[in-house]
C-alpha cells in the first residue's frame, strides 16, 4: 500500500516539478490553461454537480407532458429496489423466467418474457440508467415533477452508456426498447401487504421520432418505474466506466457493491450473491465465475476480496478511493502533454 501511495504521489510530484520552456510561457497564460483543467477533474472525481439550467417561466413542465430534456455530461443513477433483488438477465439470451422470494416471504418478484423475445438484460437497463439520470436533474435543478415520457436525442443516448453507431445500432436499440417494454413483471415490492395484484413492463411505450435533423427517442416509463425513480432517496450514482463492463457478472458485482457497500464496506455469502443474482446457472458453475470476477478485482471504485474462512467462503467488497489518485495523475499527465504539444505548434507556426 506505501509503495502504490508512494509511486502515485512521486508521479504527481514529479510532474508538478518539472519545467520546460513551453511551460514557463504557460505560466503566464494561467488562467486560459488552468481552468478547463479543473473542470475536467471535476468531471473525473465527481464532486461537482451538473451545471445548472435556469427554469424559464414560459416553457414549464407538466406531469404527463413530453419533454425534451438537453444533455449534460452527467454520471447515471440506478433504482435501489431494482440492485436489491434480480429483476434482470445478467446474459443477453435469457428466456427462462427468474423467481425470486425473500427469506421471509415479504418480497416476490416474477420476471418472464414475451414469445420472441429474451427477458431484459443488465446490458438493456442502461437506457434506464440514463433517463434516470436525466428524471433526477430536473427534480434537483429544476425543482420540477419530470414526467413519465421522455425524448431524447439518439446520439447523446449512445455517447452516454459507451454504445457505438455503427450500422446494427438501431436494430440493438430497437431490440433493447422491446425487451424492457414487453418483459413482464409481477413484485409485491411497494406492495408488502398484498392490497392489489398486478403486472407491467419498464417501459409503457416507445418510438424513434424526427425533429428538424436529428433522430430521437421517445420513451414513456411504466407507472411503478416512474414512480420508483421519482421517490426520494431512491436513485444512486453510478461511475461512468460501469457501461464499459461487458461481463453481465462483473456488472452485478458492481451495482451490489454500490447499493450495499456504498462509500464504506460489505461482505455476502457466495450463497447470498447467488440469491440476489438470479442466476440461471448452475451453483457449482456459477462459484467458478464468481471466483473469477472476483480475482481478476477491476470493477469500477470498490476492490473485491475473496474469502475461505472455517469451511465459509464469502465476497468482501470495499470502496476503493486509491485509484482515483492514479486516475487524476493521468488525467494530469495527459492534460499537461496535451498544452505544450499544442503551445509547441502554435510557436512554430508563429
Request: net charge positive.
Amino acid at each position: 500500500m506505501r509503495k502504490f501511495l508512494g509511486s502515485v504521489f512521486e508521479r504527481m510530484a514529479a510532474w508538478l516539478n518539472k519545467k520546460s520552456p513551453q511551460q514557463e510561457d504557460l505560466k503566464k497564460k494561467e488562467v486560459e490553461t488552468t481552468t478547463p483543467f479543473l473542470e475536467e477533474v471535476s468531471i473525473v472525481s465527481h464532486e461537482v454537480p451538473s451545471p445548472r439550467i435556469k427554469k424559464t417561466p414560459g416553457t414549464p413542465s407538466k406531469k404527463g407532458k413530453t419533454l425534451a430534456v438537453s444533455y449534460v455530461r452527467n454520471p447515471g443513477r440506478d433504482l435501489m429496489e431494482i440492485m436489491e433483488v434480480p429483476f434482470l438477465a445478467l446474459s443477453k439470451n435469457r428466456k427462462s423466467p427468474i423467481l425470486y422470494e425473500s427469506s421471509d416471504g415479504t418480497r416476490k418478484v416474477k420476471v418472464t418474457r414475451h414469445t420472441g423475445h429474451f427477458l431484459a438484460s443488465i446490458y438493456d437497463w442502461d437506457i434506464i440508467l440514463f433517463v434516470a439520470s436525466k428524471m433526477q436533474r430536473i427534480i434537483n435543478e429544476l425543482s420540477d415533477i419530470p414526467p413519465r415520457d421522455m425524448v431524447v436525442p439518439r446520439h447523446e443516448l449512445l455517447k452516454a452508456i459507451h454504445r457505438r453507431d455503427g450500422k446494427k445500432t438501431d436494430k440493438d436499440l430497437e431490440k433493447t426498447l422491446a425487451r424492457l417494454q414487453l418483459t413482464g413483471i409481477e413484485t409485491t415490492i411497494r406492495n408488502e401487504d398484498y392490497r392489489y395484484k398486478a403486472g407491467f413492463g419498464f417501459l409503457d411505450s416507445w418510438g424513434y421520432t424526427e425533429r428538424k435533423d436529428v433522430k430521437e427517442i421517445r420513451i414513456t416509463l411504466s407507472q411503478w418505474l416512474y414512480d420508483g425513480i421519482c421517490a426520494k432517496g431512491s436513485l444512486l450514482k453510478v461511475d461512468p466506466t460501469y457501461f464499459k463492463l461487458t461481463s453481465g457478472l462483473k456488472r452485478f458485482l458492481y451495482r451490489t457493491a454500490r447499493k450495499h457497500a456504498g462509500n464504506d464496506s460489505w461482505e455476502f455469502s457466495i450463497a447470498k450473491l447467488y440469491e440476489k443474482s438470479g442466476s440461471e446457472q448452475e451453483f457449482k458453475k456459477f462459484k467458478s465465475d464468481l471466483k473469477a470476477a472476483v480475482l481478476a478485482n477491476n470493477i469500477p471504485d470498490y476492490c473485491l476480496e475473496w474469502i475461505e474462512k472455517d469451511g465459509k467462503t464469502s465476497v468482501f467488497f470495499k470502496r476503493f478511493h486509491l485509484h482515483k489518485l492514479e486516475r487524476l495523475a493521468e488525467e494530469f499527465e495527459k492534460k499537461q502533454e496535451n498544452t505544450i504539444e499544442f503551445n509547441t505548434l502554435g510557436d512554430k507556426e508563429g
